[in-house]
């Protein structure tokens, strides 16, 4: 059974540059999470999907994030525009359904914004 | 407003040894408690589930309890291997929803 995938892996951009995210979680998957990790935190859930509905937004910075769930399927993460402190780890994850609790990570996307 | 805090930040210890992780938490109202590992530039990997009904899980080396009137688990490895280093995250879920507050993580040296 393949894994969720993220991409790219790596990005390097500049303050006040747009930068988005992919993700591809496991086949079968309904709940999709998005998570920051700053080095040396714990990650921190930014937003939650049920199939392509929103369940949990609470601590996305809406002004300059935003996410989507195409078809249930996959999903985007954008920053618009990014900060110094935007720098850290996205970490996609995904889950059977509701009930089934274990979540399943991708590698992550590392963003460094200079 | 849900915490999670983990101590210590970093350990180091020689093999064989067996060590306790702990972590603790301020709302005693949780669904479960999960324990993670990650790896550098990897994603996290689960290594056990306690639901709130449940007092400890076992998974071959690994122990986990869960006291949830005090507010505490802790994670119990025996005999570490240099192939146990990596930092341990544990993750509170508060609801069905899946969604996880983490601790901070500690970070595992076991020295050959």
Known sequence: EAGVAQSPRYKIIEKRQSVAFWCNPISGHATLYWYQQILGQGPKLLIQFQNNGVVDDSQLPKDRFSAERLKGVDSTLKIQPAKLEDSAVYLCASRLGQGIDTQYFGPGTRLTVL | ?112
């Open chain 2, 1 to 112: 407003k849900q915490e999670v805090t983990q101590i210590p930040a970093a350990l180091s210890v020689p093999e064989g040894e067996n060590l306790v992780l702990n972590c603790s938490f301020t709302d005693s109202a949780i669904y479960n408690l999960q324990w993670f590992r990650q790896d550098p530039g990897k994603g996290l990997t689960s290594l056990l589930l306690i639901q709130s009904s449940q007092r400890e899980q076992t998974s071959g080396r690994l122990n986990a309890s869960l006291d949830k009137s005090s507010g505490r688990s802790t994670l119990y490895i025996a005999a570490s291997q240099p192939g146990d280093s990596a930092t341990y995250l544990c993750a509170v879920g508060s609801s069905n929803t899946g969604k996880l507050i983490f601790g901070q993580g500690t970070t595992l040296q076991v020295k050959p």
